[in-house]
Nanobody
Framework: QVQLQESGPGLVKPSQTLSLTCTVS??????????WSWVRQPPGKGREWMGA???????YYSESLKSRASISRDKAENTVYLQMNSLEPEDTAVYYC??????????????????WGQGTQVTVSS
């Protein structure tokens, strides 16, 4: 069974760049038709799909974040990364990586995903 684990800095200052890691075990990130998404949930709000990287390396982003977010991967480490620049306090959220082999596409709807990491808290504050 696929397992996902996010890690990150916890606290980031405004205007800085966020770098998060999603380590995947129990399956390869290059397995055909797997899409690896990043989702975030600000305090008191619903989950927001941010973007995804496909098994073949193609990337997809939400319109609202595509100018600031970048998703990449390291096949040897079986790891997916999220970078986002120009952070603001409004970016404070729990950040998750998620996948679901049944989907075979990068769904915009977080409720479509069945496999989630535990999430990592990111607080943007000076």
């Amino acid at each position: 069974q696929v397992q996902l684990q996010e890690s990150g800095p916890g606290l980031v200052k405004p205007s800085q760049t966020l770098s998060l890691t999603c380590t995947v075990s129990g399956g390869s990130i290059t397995t055909p038709h797997f899409y690896w998404s990043w989702v975030r949930q600000p305090p008191g709000k619903g989950r927001e799909w941010m973007g995804a990287i496909a098994f073949d390396g193609d990337t997809y982003y939400s319109e609202s974040l595509k100018s600031r977010a970048s998703i990449s991967r390291d096949k040897a480490e079986n790891t997916v990364y999220l970078q986002m620049n120009s952070l603001e306090p409004e970016d404070t959220a729990v950040y998750y990586c998620a996948t679901d082999p049944r989907l075979r596409y990068a769904s915009f709807d977080p409720s479509d995903y069945d496999y989630w990491g535990q999430g990592t808290q990111v607080t943007v504050s000076s």
